[in-house]
């Protein structure tokens, strides 16, 4: 098919429609199913670890660490890669390679096991590197597809077709998850069992049924996670424009050109002190927030006390959709309090919020208390993150390179989650205790906060 006009209403609508494919990834894998499949595995060991090259690791730790260990990859990846795209026109293919390569990676997942870990970490880190470098893909063809008065219109618009199909989805997931019968799955028992035991080996043995086949209904989960977001890509992959060549060859020059532009930012920051010290400061800040967000579910159904297997499975996905939905709310209000407060205050009183939930988290251990938490986990995320990187743009000097200055923040992002995971996961391996993890990230908001205050009100340069 001839390409569409860049502007077209069309075009648009199929860029946006990749984030119906792919958010399945971040809420069904990332956020939910897969750490409560993965703690799973480990329900019938007392100190809960598992051998992985050559050492002996915390499970908590060893997915931690390998989280951010895809992070670091994605960080020096992606500028690279994006800067060799757009040289050689054609950004679709690598956009392409990395939706499969997460896809496949997801339906890897199905078998995931403690015996073959290595080969099920790897399945692990495809669908991780899978969904964070596509992304670097989605989001440059935004200023090619749209036009300025059209790209926050639209971005949001692919936001919330993202949010609407990864809900869809998981509640799939989670039928399929509580209510396993309803799918097909075995639950039958040993006929001795029904013909002469009593209640309680019934009840009890209908139960390790039921957790079996929730079991094997958490594994088919995460193949339909892959042949979602494959599948429905395809439509985004058809209308999409391949890209525009530079022409000529890919050169050393052009494939280190990403890298080289993030060093100039670096040298064009020192000269401007106020975006200098608010991105030290978000830098700080950002590695606890994301931190926290990446492990949350995982400290969930490690320390807080639910009572039962289903009621452990069923109110950790509750509690993302809790956060999901108050997020919606926490940008709206967010928002109304950096316009009539100011960006840097409202961070500032965010960053309050989030060293409290912290000290709370220490100390919660029911369902109630988690419930809670999630909530107000939900009204402080989705602020913190819009309005973290509406403030960089505020701060942006005049300039038409603003790709290689968000380029630049995402990279600092990316290796601060890097920092924040090792520090977590070491402190975790430890002690033994991720409760102690997140009561070590309250540093991490202090200091953001002491950052925050100096950050100048207006722009400075700094001349040495």
Same mark, same amino acid.
């Given at each position: 098919?001839?390409?569409?006009?860049?502007?077209?209403?069309?075009?648009?609508?199929?860029?946006?429609?990749?984030?119906?494919?792919?958010?399945?990834?971040?809420?069904?894998?990332?956020?939910?199913?897969?750490?409560?499949?993965?703690?799973?595995?480990?329900?019938?060991?007392?100190?809960?670890?598992?051998?992985?090259?050559? #050492?002996?690791?915390?499970?908590?730790?060893?997915?931690?660490?390998?989280?951010?260990?895809?992070? &670091?990859?994605?960080?020096?990846?992606?500028?690279?890669?994006?800067?060799?795209?757009?040289?050689?026109?054609?950004?679709?293919?690598?956009?392409?390679?990395?939706?499969?390569?997460?896809?496949?990676?997801?339906?890897?997942?199905?078998?995931?096991?403690?015996?073959?870990?290595?080969?099920?970490?790897?399945? /692990?880190?495809?669908?991780?590197?899978?969904?964070?470098?596509?992304?670097?893909?989605?989001?440059?063809?935004?200023?090619?597809?749209?036009?300025?008065?059209?790209?926050?219109?639209?971005?949001?618009?692919?936001?919330?077709?993202?949010? &609407?199909?990864?809900?869809?989805?998981?509640?799939?997931?989670?039928?399929?998850?509580?209510?396993?019968?309803?799918?097909?799955?075995?639950?039958?028992?040993?006929?001795?069992?029904?013909?002469?035991?009593?209640?309680?080996?019934?009840?009890?043995?209908?139960?390790?049924?039921?957790?079996?086949?929730?079991?094997?209904?958490?594994?088919?989960?995460?193949?339909?996670?892959?042949?979602?977001?494959?599948?429905?890509?395809? /439509?985004?992959? /058809?209308? &999409?424009?391949?890209?525009?060549?530079?022409?000529?060859?890919?050169?050393?020059?052009?494939?280190?050109?990403?890298?080289?532009?993030?060093?100039?930012?670096?040298?064009? &920051?020192?000269?401007?002190?106020?975006?200098?010290?608010?991105?030290?400061?978000?830098?700080?800040?950002?590695?606890?927030?994301?931190?926290?967000?990446?492990?949350?579910?995982?400290?969930?159904?490690?320390?807080?006390?639910?009572?039962?297997?289903?009621?452990?499975?069923?109110?950790?996905?509750?509690?993302?959709?809790?956060?999901?939905?108050?997020?919606?709310?926490?940008?709206?209000?967010?928002?109304?309090?950096?316009?009539?407060?100011?960006?840097?205050?409202?961070?500032?009183?965010?960053?309050?919020?989030? #060293?409290?939930?912290?000290?709370?988290?220490?100390?919660?251990?029911?369902?109630?208390?988690?419930?809670?938490?999630?909530?107000?986990?939900?009204?402080?995320?989705?602020?913190?993150?819009?309005?973290?990187?509406?403030?960089?743009?505020?701060?942006?000097?005049?300039?038409?390179?603003?790709?290689?200055?968000?380029?630049?923040?995402?990279?600092?992002?990316?290796?601060?989650?890097?920092?924040?995971?090792?520090?977590?996961?070491?402190?975790?391996?430890?002690?033994?205790?991720?409760?102690?993890?997140?009561? $070590?990230?309250?540093?991490? $908001?202090?200091?953001?906060?002491?950052?925050?205050?100096?950050?100048?009100?207006?722009?400075?340069?700094?001349?040495?």
């Amino acid at each position: 098919m001839s390409e569409l006009k860049k502007g077209s209403k069309k075009l648009l609508n199929a860029w946006a429609f990749y984030d119906w494919a792919n958010s399945v990834y971040t809420l069904t894998i990332a956020s939910s199913i897969f750490p409560i499949f993965y703690s799973a595995l480990f329900v019938s060991q007392v100190e809960k670890t598992v051998p992985a090259f050559g #050492m002996v690791f915390k499970s908590t730790a060893l997915i931690t660490y390998v989280t951010a260990f895809t992070f &670091l990859v994605v960080a020096f990846m992606s500028p690279i890669l994006s800067g060799i795209a757009d040289y050689v026109g054609n950004k679709k293919s690598f956009m392409k390679f990395f939706c499969y390569v997460g896809g496949i990676g997801c339906i890897g997942l199905y078998w995931f096991s403690l015996d073959s870990i290595h080969i099920s970490l790897l399945f /692990y880190f495809m669908g991780l590197i899978g969904y964070w470098g596509s992304l670097v893909f989605y989001n440059s063809y935004l200023p090619d597809i749209a036009y300025p008065e059209q790209q926050d219109s639209i971005s949001a618009k692919g936001f919330s077709m993202g949010y &609407l199909g990864s809900v869809v989805l998981l509640l799939v997931n989670l039928a399929m998850v509580m209510k396993p019968d309803w799918f097909g799955f075995d639950m039958s028992i040993a006929k001795t069992i029904t013909e002469s035991g009593t209640e309680q080996e019934i009840a009890e043995a209908l139960q390790t049924a039921k957790n079996k086949a929730s079991f094997e209904a958490m594994r088919v989960s995460f193949i339909t996670v892959g042949l979602w977001w494959i599948l429905f890509s395809q /439509y985004t992959f /058809y209308i &999409l424009p391949k890209g525009v060549s530079n022409g000529g060859k890919v050169t050393r020059d052009v494939v280190f050109n990403g890298l080289q532009e993030l060093r100039q930012v670096w040298i064009q &920051l020192k000269q401007n002190l106020r975006l200098k010290r608010y991105l030290v400061a978000f830098f700080v800040f950002s590695m606890a927030v994301q931190t926290i967000m990446l492990v949350a579910v995982y400290f969930g159904e490690e320390e807080i006390a639910w009572g039962s297997s289903d009621a452990k499975t069923q109110g950790l996905i509750t509690s993302i959709l809790v956060i999901q939905l108050v997020a919606i709310l926490g940008a709206f209000l967010t928002s109304r309090a950096s316009s009539k407060f100011g960006n840097i205050k409202t961070l500032i009183v965010i960053n309050f919020f989030w #060293m409290a939930l912290c000290f709370y988290a220490y100390f919660m251990e029911t369902a109630l208390q988690f419930y809670i938490a999630a909530g107000f986990v939900g009204l402080v995320m989705g602020g913190v993150q819009s309005l973290a990187r509406s403030t960089y743009s505020k701060f942006l000097p005049q300039t038409e390179d603003t790709t290689s200055y968000f380029s630049f923040y995402d990279v600092a992002e990316k290796i601060g989650i890097v920092i924040g995971m090792v520090i977590f996961a070491t402190i975790d391996q430890i002690t033994g205790s991720m409760r102690n993890a997140i009561l $070590f990230l309250v540093i991490f $908001f202090i200091a953001g906060i002491v950052l925050l205050f100096r950050v100048p009100r207006t722009e400075l340069k700094k001349m040495d």
